[in-house]
Structure formats: C-alpha cells, structure tokens
C-alpha cells in the first residue's frame, strides 16, 4: 500500500486529491494546523476511527512554518509521494499580508524540500514531490500561457509560488529528486472557499433568489480567467508522479470567461439578471491586476494524457445547484427563528 502525506489536505484541492489517491488503494496523511474549532469539514467523510482497520486518512499537527516539525512527520509517515498544496492562497489578501503569505507559501515549500531531502538521503528512499504552483505567476504575461512563457508576477502570492516553482527545479536539477511542478489555472468546485469570487457568486445569487441578501459587492468584473474542476485537477497532480520522469506542467481547460460571464452564467441559471444585484466596491480591487490567463495544457494532455471532463457550464451549474440547497435549508430555519445559527455569517451588505 502507498502511502501519501498532503499539505493542505482540509483544502478544496486535499480534500479532492484524498478521496482520489483513497479510492487507488493509497493510505494517505494530511497535515493540518491546529485550532481551536474544527476545521476538517471538507474530509470529514473520510475520517473514520484511527483504530480501525479500514482507516486510510491519517491526520497529523503541522504547519510549514516550522521546518522541524515537518522533518518529524516525513520520518514517521514515510512516504512514497508528498504533494505540497498547503499555502495562504488568496491573492488579495496576500497584498495585505505579505510576509506571512511568502514565509509559508515560498520558505514552506523550501522547508519541505530540505526535510525530504534530509530524509531521502539518510534512508534511501525515494519521495515524489508535487508543489502546487499557480498560473498566478504569469501574471501579466500574454495569453495563452504554457510552460515556456516568462513569468511576470503580480502579487506578492505570485511572487511566492515563482520562488517555490524554481526552488523545486533547483531540488531536482542539484539532489536529483523526484520533483514536479503543476502551474494550475483556476480550479473551482462547491467545496472551493466561500471568500473566493467564484464562490462568492454562486453563495450569494443562491441567497439573493431566495430573499436573503440584496447585493453582492464585487471588484474587477472584467478579469478573464481559465476556470475548471477542482475534481478533475487533483487527477493532474497524481499522473504527475506517475511519470517515468519528473517535469512541470500547465493544466487549464484553454477557455477564458470574465468574472462578469460567471456571474451572469450563475444569476441566470436561476432567472435572475445579475446586473441588477451587483455593485462595484473599489476594495476589492488589487493594487497590481492580472487582467488575462488562458492556459495551454497541451503538454499534460499530450504526455499523461490528462484531459478535463467538466465543462464550464456544468461547473457554475454545479456549483449553483449546491449553493441552492444550502440557502434553503438557511432560509428554513430563519423562517423558524432560528437566526442565531447564522451569527457571523456574511450579510448582504458584506459582500
């Protein structure tokens, strides 16, 4: 049985990939961080007794700012494959944040990389290495964007994952590890955080449709993005190391939409014209914009033979049809007054 230690497993991405290597038979481990509510809602189902034997997630406390502890748990677990998806991942917040943003997302990966490395050569045995990088990094790089085009990013969060890109390189050109680099375009899912754009839309058209919030608030309408399924991205990562040799690789649909055609996708899969409910809130706005990725997978489709099953149209369908359920279930408790469920919850005028 292989086992596999993912960073970043309570994620959208981990919790998707550990389904995935689980049902290939894998016992996978996950690095989470401790706090002090639970935060494992995305893996609970896969969580079972760790007594039990038909237990295959194993959860372990971590963080990859502490490089120490990171050796730890590659000791004890011992992998096959570690995939490093663990980061602060939202841009936005990175131009407020940008000193933690790095120290976890660039010197994180560089602490992984140091641990399996130190590992790999006292013990001889061989790691696969995925680090999770982004087409964030092309930034203002013209479109359509492939693993030969200059990065140019504009985020301190892109900035990050260029220095993990190439620091994973560097791991494997100097100590010859098994390590790959994924450049994913936008990967979106119902499990995709609820402060992210795409989520934020599809939450608050649901909410708007039902009367309970009046305005979503939103910035650049007119960035264009590569967006597919979190589900079918986590199949990329895996072929990756399964690969006789390791590379780098783009993995995108080769579609772009604005910000403004998935909301009108999103508003009027419920009969509602999305231009009516949204405003424009300069906050939301980032210092430097990345106006255009379009990604040009033909590497992976070509060499793995990864090809994205879900459409465009079946994503945001997808993710409505969720988001509706839960707004109903919402608005059936408001309706009997149980409203103190929903303290702290974003209000109408929040978003």
Not at 13 to 24: C, N, Q, T, V
Not at 133 to 160: D, I, N, V, W
Not at 245 to 260: F, K, L, P
Not at 262 to 280: E, G, P, Q, R, T
Request: glycine content about 8%; overall charge negative.
């Amino acid at each position: 049985m292989k086992k596999a230690l993912i960073t970043g497993i309570t994620g959208q991405d981990g919790s998707y990939l550990a389904e995935l290597l689980i049902s290939k038979g894998y016992e996978v481990h996950g690095i989470i961080r401790r706090a002090s509510s639970f935060n494992t809602g995305r893996i609970d189902h896969l969580l079972l007794d760790t007594y039990s034997k038909d237990a295959k997630l194993f959860l372990h406390y971590g963080d990859l700012a502490d490089g120490s502890g990171l050796r730890k748990i590659i000791e004890k677990v011992q992998p096959e494959e570690v995939y490093n998806l663990g980061a602060q991942s939202h841009v936005r917040v990175s131009f407020d944040q940008p000193e933690y943003t790095v120290d976890v997302d660039a010197l994180g990966s560089l602490r992984m990389l140091e641990a399996i490395r130190d590992y790999q050569e006292r013990t001889g045995n061989q790691i696969r290495f995925y680090q999770a990088s982004s087409s964030e990094m092309f930034g203002a790089a013209k479109p359509p964007q492939s693993e030969t085009t200059l990065f140019h990013p504009r985020s301190p969060y892109a900035c990050a994952k260029v220095y993990s890109f190439w620091q994973t390189i560097n791991y494997r050109e100097s100590y010859k590890l098994f390590a790959c680099n994924g450049i994913l375009f936008n990967h979106e899912s119902e499990r995709r955080g609820e402060t992210f754009v795409t989520r934020k839309i599809t939450r608050a058209a649901t909410r708007i449709k039902l009367g309970l919030q009046n305005t979503l608030h939103l910035g650049n309408m007119d960035a264009k993005r590569d967006w597919g399924f979190a589900g079918d991205y986590v199949e990329a990562m895996w072929l990756m190391l399964q690969a006789e040799e390791a590379d780098d690789y783009v993995v995108a649909t080769g579609h772009s939409y604005s910000v403004r055609e998935f909301a009108d996708k999103a508003f009027s899969l419920l009969d509602l014209n999305a231009a009516d409910y949204i405003k424009i809130d300069p906050r939301y706005f980032r210092p430097a914009e990345v106006d255009y990725l379009l990604g040009d997978a033909s590497k992976i489709k070509n060499q793995l033979g990864w090809q994205p099953k879900l459409s465009f149209d079946q994503l945001v369908e997808r993710m409505i049809e969720y988001d509706l359920e839960h707004a109903k279930q919402e608005k059936t408790l408001r309706d009997a007054g149980h409203t103190s469920l929903f303290v702290g919850a974003l209000s109408g005028s929040q978003h």
